[in-house]
Nanobody, 123 residues
Framework: VQLQASGGGLVQAGGSLRLSCAAS????????MAWFRQAPGKEREFVAA????????NYADSVKGRFTVSRDNAKNTMYLQMNSLKTEDTAVYYC?????????????????WGQGTQVTVSS
């Protein structure tokens, strides 16, 4: 499986962006996919995850109520709609996928990763 993340950019605080993660190769129904992010000088952190079979989701507390993760099975694509962006959301965002439906928050449990896409939120 190869993942391609896109959609990052520069946005003002309070604005919105939508990230996409397109998968080449089959995503099986028993997979989970996730978004992580890493800000300069900080460790990678979990953002959100989704189960491919039923669309169940899981969010980090820091983004709950502002970000929405979704997927389009037909397009083999996962999305991250980011609203009410804050300067602290500035980071490189990565998508990842793993076998198994457990929506892990530890990046080491994910098998495949996309390249990052930069999100910069200005004040």
């Amino acid at each position: 499986v190869q993942l391609q993340a896109s959609g990052g950019g520069l946005v003002q605080a309070g604005g919105s962006l939508r990230l996409s993660c397109a998968a080449s190769g089959r995503i099986f129904s028993n997979y989970a996919m996730a978004w992580f992010r890493q800000a300069p000088g900080k460790e990678r952190e979990f953002v959100a995850a989704i189960r491919w079979n039923d669309g169940s989701t899981n969010y980090a507390d820091s983004v709950k109520g502002r970000f929405t993760v979704s997927r389009d099975n037909a397009k083999n694509t996962m999305y991250l709609q980011m609203n009410s962006l804050k300067t602290e959301d500035t980071a490189v965002y990565y998508c990842a996928t793993k076998q198994g439906l457990w929506m892990a928050r530890n990046g080491f449990e994910y098998d495949f990763w996309g390249q990052g896409t930069q999100v910069t939120v200005s004040s």
